[in-house]
C-alpha cells in the first residue's frame, strides 16, 4: 500500500467517526472542507537524543490531491517557554504538497544540551488562512530528553532531591531534601557533582567523583574533606562539640553508584572528626550511606 493510500484510508476512518457524532461536522468536512489540511498526529512526543542532526519527522496532508504544488504554512509557540535555537530548531515552517500528492513533511531538530534534562512542549498550528479538518487544526509535540547510561547529561543530576534518605551504622534517617549545586565533567567517563544539605544539618558542599567508565557499574565515589564547611562534629558524639566532621571513602563498602536516567544516587562515605587546623583526629568505624531520589 502506498503513501497516498494510507492517508486515504487515515482520512476515511476520521471522517466516519465525526460522522457518527455529528451531522453538522459531516458537512463541514464534505462540503466547506474538501480541500483542507491535517496534522496526521495531532500529539506525539519527541525523545532527543545526545547526537548531533537528531531530528523528529512530521507529516501533513489534505484531503484529495492537488493539482499544482501547495505550501501550507503553520506557526509554532510553547506554553512551556522552549526558545527556538535553544531547545530546538525548525528551520521550516510549511511543507510543499507537490502536484499530484496528498502528503508532505517537515522536521524539528532537537538541542539535547538545550534541553538539559527538562521537558518542554511546541504547539503547532495551521496559520489562520488554512483551512483544517475540526479537531485536526493543530499538533502538540512534547520534547523529552532521550537518555544513555553509556553517554549521559551529568548536568541533568542538578537540582533538589526532596527524597533523600541515609542510614549511619544503624540509624535510619529521612526523608529530607539535598541538592546537587553544580556538575563538572572531567574527562570522557567521568564527572563531579557537588552535593549540598547531607545530614540535613545545614552541612556545606561535599564533591562526589562520578564515573561510568563502565556503564553497567556506575560509581559515586566522595573527594576526602577533613572539614565539612558548617558542619559540628558534636552531632556525631557530644565530646566533639565544636569541631568540623571529616569525609572520605569508605573502604569496607567500595563506591556507591548513580543513574543519570533515573536521576538516583547511592553515596556510600565514612564519616570522622577534623582537628580544626586541617588535620584529622580518627573517623567512626560505620558506613554513612546516603541514597538521593528526587
Not at 520534547?143 to 527524597?163: F, K, M, R, T
Request: charged share 15%; net charge negative; with cysteine.
Amino acid at each position: 500500500m502506498n503513501t497516498s493510500n494510507i492517508f486515504k484510508l487515515s482520512f476515511a476512518s476520521l471522517a466516519f467517526g465525526l460522522l457518527l457524532s455529528s451531522c453538522k461536522k459531516e458537512d463541514y468536512i464534505n462540503n466547506a472542507n474538501q480541500d483542507a489540511a491535517l496534522f496526521t498526529k495531532t500529539s506525539d512526543n519527541y525523545f532527543i537524543e545526545n547526537v548531533a542532526g537528531d531530528s523528529y519527522t512530521g507529516t501533513i496532508g489534505v484531503s484529495r490531491a492537488v493539482t499544482t504544488d501547495t505550501k501550507i504554512e503553520f506557526t509554532v509557540s510553547s506554553p512551556t517557554g522552549a526558545v527556538e535555537g535553544v531547545e530546538y530548531t525548525l528551520p521550516e515552517k510549511f511543507v510543499i504538497i507537490p502536484a499530484g500528492g496528498v502528503i508532505s513533511s517537515f522536521k524539528i531538530f532537537g538541542d539535547y544540551a538545550g534541553l538539559a534534562g527538562g521537558t518542554h512542549q511546541l504547539i503547532l498550528r495551521f496559520k489562520p488562512d488554512v483551512k483544517a479538518f475540526v479537531d485536526a487544526d493543530s499538533c502538540v509535540i512534547n520534547l523529552l530528553p532521550s537518555c544513555d547510561e553509556a553517554n549521559p547529561l551529568i548536568s541533568i543530576l542538578q537540582g533538589d532531591y526532596a527524597n533523600t534518605n541515609e542510614t549511619l551504622g544503624s540509624s535510619a534517617y529521612g526523608p529530607y531534601t539535598t541538592s546537587i549545586s553544580s556538575t563538572a565533567s572531567v574527562g570522557p567517563t567521568s564527572a563531579t557533582a557537588v552535593v549540598e544539605n547531607i545530614f540535613d544539618s545545614g552541612w556545606g558542599p561535599i564533591t562526589f567523583t562520578l564515573d561510568w567508565t563502565d556503564p553497567n557499574n556506575r560509581t559515586t565515589t566522595v573527594i576526602a574533606q577533613n572539614a565539612i564547611p558548617g558542619s559540628d562534629a558534636g552531632s556525631l558524639n557530644p565530646a566533639y562539640a565544636g569541631l568540623p566532621v571529616a569525609v572520605r571513602p569508605y573502604a569496607t563498602s567500595g563506591p556507591g553508584t548513580f543513574s543519570a536516567c533515573a536521576q538516583e544516587l547511592t553515596l556510600n562515605m565514612q564519616l570522622g572528626v577534623g582537628d580544626g587546623a586541617g588535620g584529622v583526629l580518627g573517623y567512626f568505624g560505620v558506613l554513612y550511606q546516603v541514597k538521593m531520589k528526587r
